[in-house]
């Protein structure tokens, strides 16, 4: 039975402490599938890499910094941190911001991709209609890609990926 229950564990650990996450409402989940599906056909088309969805922990360093973010990839030549989870830095990762997950997502977690480096980090805002896409310059992200409502965010890390706003929120 623990099996089972570890699967669809929702805990992270987060500067050494275990923080459960609130179950994702169904208007997260319809934007996930939706984005996973756009930057998993785009990767898959180019032999990139590999597109992840959560639940996936994603271990920075034991014990420490254990997340699950809500997509990630990792190009083909960091395969190498493709584990029983992912051990190691991904290449990007993505949030997708609710309120019961704000002060974690966009404070708590975006210092520590910050913290490891992780190249590429997407805040995505349902509520907003908007996704900023932040990069790694030096030692803080910088904004790269930024639109709302309609227009087009692009990626750094994955080579030609452009995403259509209304595409990403399509219900």
């Known amino acids: 039975m623990e099996t089972l229950v570890r699967d669809f564990d929702l805990t992270e ?18 934007v996930s599938a939706n984005l996973f599906d756009i930057i998993r ?3 898959k088309r180019n032999n990139l890499g590999k597109v ?13 910094n254990r ?3 809500d997509i990630l990839f990792i ?35 975006r210092a520590v991709y910050e913290k490891y480096k992780v190249p590429e980090y997407w805040i995505v805002l349902p509520e907003l209609q908007a996704i900023e896409v932040l990069t790694i310059e030096g030692d803080r992200y910088k904004t790269y890609s930024i ?8 990626s750094k ?15």
């Not at 992840?52 to 420490?64: A, F, H, N, T």
């Not at 994955?158 to 706003?165: A, D, K, P, R, T």
Request: some cysteine; overall charge negative; hydrophobic content about 40%.
């Open 75 to 109: 190009k083909k030549e960091n395969s190498d941190i493709e584990q029983d989870w992912i051990r190691g830095v991904p290449d990007m990762v993505c949030e997708i911001i609710s309120q019961g997950t704000y002060k974690m997502d966009m404070v708590l977690k």
């Open 41 to 43: 056909s785009h990767v």
């Open 52 to 64: 992840y969805d959560s639940p996936l922990d994603v271990i920075l360093e034991e014990g420490i």
């Open 13 to 30: 650990i987060i500067n050494g402490e275990e923080i459960m996450g609130p179950s994702p409402f169904r208007k997260h989940q319809a």
């Open 147 to 154: 639109a709302e409502i309609e227009g087009m965010v692009q």
């Open 67 to 69: 997340l699950q973010p």
């Open 157 to 171: 890390v994955i080579e030609g990926l452009q995403v259509n706003i209304k595409d990403a929120f399509e219900d």
